[in-house]
């Protein structure tokens, strides 16, 4: 059975940091390239960030967050990361962790996208 499960969202104030994890399972996690989405109240879901397929040697982002989010993977425990610093109010959203079509060099369109997590709940205020 094919899932993503996305843990680590909260409540916190600007400026702070947090750290995202999801794990996967069921699938061949290391061929596929992983994303994070992430949608606010009224808004489309958008791109965030993604890292490669295999070892994760390469990473892109959304404007927004360069700096400041850093995505990573460990294929050996099937999880990919999103560790998020100087949090600002922008960033509240609904986090949703994905699974590209495998071998896609670094997808940043929804519909390359497969497997998706049910999301966690990213907010930011003071």
């Known amino acids: 059975q094919v899932y993503l499960a996305e843990s680590g969202g909260g409540l916190v104030q600007p400026g702070d940091s947090l750290n995202l994890s999801c794990v996967a399972s069921g699938w061949n996690f290391d061929s596929h390239p992983m994303g994070w989405f992430r949608q606010a109240p009224g808004k489309e879901r958008e791109f965030v960030a993604v890292?490669?397929?295999?070892?994760?040697?390469?990473?892109a982002y959304t404007d927004s967050v360069k700096g400041r989010f850093t995505i990573s993977r460990d294929n050996a425990k099937k999880t990919v990361y999103l560790q998020m610093h100087s949090l600002k109010p922008e960033d509240t959203a609904v986090y949703s962790c994905?699974?590209?079509?495998?071998?896609?060099?670094?997808?940043?369109?929804?519909?390359?996208?497969?497997?998706w997590g049910k999301g966690t709940q990213v907010t930011v205020s003071s």
């Open positions: 994905t699974a590209a079509t495998r071998y896609l060099h670094l997808p940043k369109v929804q519909n390359e996208y497969v497997y």
């Open positions: 890292v490669s397929w295999g070892v994760g040697a390469h990473t």
